[in-house]
């Protein structure tokens, strides 16, 4: 059964056909990369689903349910998340107080008026078990706004982790940091989301990452889905070739 | 690194009791040493500082900076005044109840508008309803005594009548005084757990990243919206407290020279911390009465002190002070 799907999928921005009339299914447990050149649509179609965006018609269904017009929040508490292509964190507040903002919301936790953060023991230790699984509990008490881009890419990560996603989008993770740097990154990501069973999508244009870490790929060109596959059914495909690398690309 | 060195220290009360009563001491003291024009001139201060609070809830806690806020302060004021002209209600604990429910009918109808904007919008549309708010009290002065305004006599503490001939001068500085000085820090500790609360957190949330702040499922609206109520009670509080000071409530404090005035006081001692509006609006008090008495263009060296301010100390008192305490114990530590 499909964890997630969109039918007829559509958002245009004047002329500009972002998502145009896009049928995308995502499978349960899948670890998925939505591919395709800038301007394909790929973080569009990410917005449309994590509820950034309204669509200008089509459905999504989320486990079956119709969630095309919940709110961010609705979608967040059916087991929607999502990390950002540009970076996008609480700066002025600690790497710790990052993860643990999370929790708190996810516990419905943020409606208390007369209660001190401070004395939450399970929120914050269940933050620090977080950002030790990403590698960051050395950091825990820095500010997020002063720490590495690796690190941040990281970051963004777990504060949409700590939220017990379903389905996890994840918006280049590894963009902006340096090609040594990636694979350790999507690395930690991968082992944390498939031994939870996350199901992910990751948006991403550096194919040695996609082809190494993705169960199944889908290239999208012009706002429409060109093609979907495994990893090895992409590489041979010509058109994605033409489209996606130019038709020059060997 | 063991978990206990990396989580965040339990901001227990009981820590903050080690600074917060010493301070309370000296405020509780403070009657018996200084003539009661400084006891009255002091509770003038932390009526202001109750305001000042209050405010800063959304300026450095929720990112809203209100240009409003004497709204609330003058709806407090006016409350009591009209409780005690169509109600002939004397007691202090009733003003403060009768404040608190007027506040809550007025920040729901003001914040249900003033949350849906952001930024200069949020910030025009709350300076335009306290203008509303003070047009009322103008032009309806069959009602509100335009600007003669209306008169607030002594008010009955805990229930407790003040002879017919005692000195009204001595019961501001003593009673009424420890009457401020009791509710001031009721409201500190109440906004001290509010703003360290997961709520709080969220407001900073919010502040520092909208867009992130949604995307972990907080709420925007409706949190700002709790947190333009609180804060306008806190201010109607300080509006209800400072008319018995004063003795008389005009038009004046709901224009918008005194919302002014009330972010000047946030900005003095710095938004960016707790004490900061506290430190600010004592500060300002003192200020603004030796300026007044200093000379005629007072106004004018107000807002030099404020242009100074913003380029000399951004941070504010309570910033530079915590600034100067790090670099110092930076040194001694080297």
């Given at each position: ?250 | 690194?063991s978990t206990a060195a990396l989580a965040p220290r339990a901001r ?116 335009a309803l306290s203008q509303v708010l003070w047009s009322l009290a ?98 109607g509080i300080a509006g209800a407290l400072w008319v018995p000071l ?89």
């Amino acid at each position: 059964m499909n964890l997630l799907e969109t039918k007829q999928l559509t958002k245009y921005f004047g002329e500009t056909h972002a998502v145009d009339k896009v049928d995308f299914a995502v499978g349960e447990g899948e670890v998925l990369s939505l591919i395709g050149s800038n301007g394909a649509g790929k973080t569009s179609l990410v917005n449309l689903v994590s509820g950034l965006f309204e669509p200008d018609s089509g459905t999504i269904l989320f486990r079956g349910a119709d969630v095309t017009r919940e709110s961010v929040q609705g979608r967040i508490q059916a087991g929607i998340a999502r990390s950002f292509q540009i970076v996008n964190l609480f700066d002025a507040l600690t790497l710790l107080d990052n993860v643990a903002l999370s929790i708190f919301s996810r516990e419905k936790m943020t409606r208390r008026l007369f209660s001190l953060a401070d004395h939450q023991h399970a929120v914050w230790q269940e933050a620090l078990d977080i950002l030790r699984q990403f590698g960051l509990e050395l950091k825990a008490r820095e500010l997020a706004g002063g720490i590495a881009q690796g690190e941040r890419k990281l970051l963004d990560v777990a504060v949409a982790y700590a939220l017990k996603p379903r389905l996890l989008f994840l918006d280049e993770p590894t963009s902006g940091v340096s090609t040594r740097e990636k694979a350790p990154i999507m690395d930690v990501i991968s082992s944390i989301v498939r031994s939870h069973k996350i199901t992910a999508v990751v948006i991403e244009h550096d194919m040695d990452i996609i082809f190494k870490y993705s169960d199944r790929i889908v290239v999208m060109h012009e706002g429409k889905i060109l093609a979907s596959g495994s990893p090895e059914e992409i590489r041979r495909n010509e058109t994605v070739k033409d489209a996606v690398f130019g038709p020059t690309h060997a | 690194m063991s978990t206990a060195a990396l989580a965040p220290r339990a901001r227990s009360p009981l820590r903050i009791v080690v600074w917060a009563v010493p301070i309370a001491a000296l405020l509780a003291l403070l009657p018996s040493v200084v003539d009661p024009y400084g006891a009255i001139l002091l509770a003038y201060g932390l009526v202001m500082a109750i305001a000042a609070l209050g405010f800063n809830l959304l300026l450095g806690y929720t990112g809203l900076l209100s240009f409003g806020h004497s709204a609330y302060f003058g709806l407090g004021a006016y409350a009591v005044a009209f409780m005690v002209k169509y109600l002939h209600v004397q007691s202090m604990e009733l003003f403060i109840l009768g404040t608190i429910a007027a506040s809550l009918l007025v920040t729901f109808l003001f914040g249900y508008v003033c949350v849906r904007y952001t930024r200069i919008f949020f910030s025009i549309l709350t300076l335009a309803l306290s203008q509303v708010l003070w047009s009322l009290a103008f032009k309806f002065f069959w009602v509100t005594g335009g600007t003669d305004g209306l008169r607030v006599p002594t008010p009955k503490l805990l229930g407790l009548v003040e002879p017919e001939n005692a000195d009204k001068i001595h019961f501001l500085a003593h009673a009424y005084y420890y009457y401020v000085l009791g509710v001031f820090v009721l409201c500190v500790a109440l906004m001290w757990l509010i703003v360290h609360s997961p709520f709080g957190k969220a407001l900073q949330a919010i502040r520092d990243n909208e867009t992130r702040a949604r995307f972990v499922g907080i709420r925007i609206r409706s949190y700002r919206f709790v947190a333009f109520v609180v804060s306008g009670i806190f201010t109607g509080i300080a509006g209800a407290l400072w008319v018995p000071l004063n003795g008389l409530t005009t038009p004046d404090i709901l224009y918008w020279p005194f919302s002014g005035e009330l972010v000047f006081m946030t900005v003095l001692g710095g938004f960016h911390n707790f004490t900061g509006p506290i430190v600010g609006a004592v500060a300002f008090n003192y200020l603004k009465t030796y300026a007044v008495g200093f000379t005629v263009y007072w106004q004018a060296l107000l807002g030099i002190v404020l242009v100074v301010l913003v380029m000399v100390l951004p941070s504010g008192i309570v910033g530079t002070a915590q600034l100067l305490y790090a670099v110092a114990r930076r040194r001694v530590g080297r």
